[in-house]
């Protein structure tokens, strides 16, 4: 599978996914622990790629959505930015209404 295919299926199979450098627990920057930490606040549950353990979507996501830096937040298959966007919907409550609002719409049975 080409790497981009794989990046979609990723941004598309999850209501909330971040791609980060390490992990939310052990964050690898100062931006992906302040965003995954904005995430986890809102206390709805998310998928994360670690971008330093795949080489290839380190890469190329980039391209995928052309935002050349991490991490990257897509919240129900859109990108909603990197680290200071994600802050500043967290800030004012939209980050938690964005992602509750994905995570109920998976749950939904498709029809």
């Not at 199979?13 to 931006?31: A, D, L, N, S």
């Amino acid at each position: 599978m080409d790497v981009i295919e794989r990046i979609d299926q990723q941004v598309k199979g999850h209501p909330v996914v971040i791609y980060m450098k390490g992990t939310p627990q052990m964050p690898q920057c100062g931006f992906s622990m302040r965003a995954a930490q904005a995430l986890g606040d809102t206390g709805v549950s998310f998928a994360y790629v670690n971008v330093l353990q795949d080489p290839e979507i380190f890469e190329n996501l980039p391209r995928y959505a052309d935002w050349p830096t991490f991490p990257q937040i897509y919240v129900d298959g859109e990108l909603v930015g990197g680290c200071d966007i994600t802050l500043e919907l967290a800030a004012s409550g939209e980050l938690k209404t964005m992602m509750e609002a994905a995570a109920a719409k998976q749950e939904q049975p498709a029809g």
